[in-house]
């Protein structure tokens, strides 16, 4: 989408920004993660000004209902099938779609971008809030870790082989 002539100037930040090249801004992002934008820092007004924290909260409150009501209410195996952008996209592409314009049509200043990227943020940073609620409440933390236990809860047990150590291999205990 071509940025608006009233938008070139940067302020609403129509592309999702950069945290290294030739218009980086570092601000925007989390120490150690710059693909991760600091969504209360890049939502701004149409002048380019800050929202205010209380403002802030509100949308992601809001933002948290409807993907509560949209996405997270879909039935599925949270030990199975992760609470993530990439899960949502690909095997329920027409309830995420949904769930941005959704997102999109409550709150107009998350329109002021390009290709939705502001929308799909505050979705998927509310979907990475609930991954690691979930994770906790099964007591699961993930990696090879949540392999392990994973296997362990479902009456599996892992079988070690090969050079590279834990082989993803499961044998059932019901043999």
């Known amino acids: 989408m071509v940025c608006p002539v009233q938008y070139e100037d940067g302020e609403v930040l129509w592309t999702k920004p950069q945290a290294d090249g030739e218009n980086a801004r570092p601000d925007l992002f989390y120490t150690g993660n710059e693909s991760r934008p600091i969504m209360a820092r890049c939502v701004v007004m149409e002048d380019g000004t800050p929202i205010s924290d209380r403002a802030f909260e509100t949308l992601s409150a809001k933002v948290s209902a409807i993907v509560a009501h949209q996405l997270i209410s879909i039935s599925r195996d949270p030990m199975e099938e992760p609470c993530c952008k990439t899960f949502f996209e690909a095997r329920y592409p027409k309830e995420w779609s949904a769930c941005i314009n959704e997102v999109e049509s409550w709150e107009p200043l998350l329109k002021l971008c390009g290709g939705q990227w502001k929308a799909i943020a505050m979705v998927q940073q509310r979907l990475n809030r ?13 990696g090879v870790g949540a392999v392990r236990q994973r296997a362990n809860r479902s009456g599996k047990r892992k079988v070690q082989g090969g050079s590279s150590g834990l082989c993803l291999v499961f044998v059932s205990l019901l043999m």
């Open 130 to 142: 609930e991954s690691i609620a979930e994770r906790r409440k099964i007591g699961v933390s993930g």
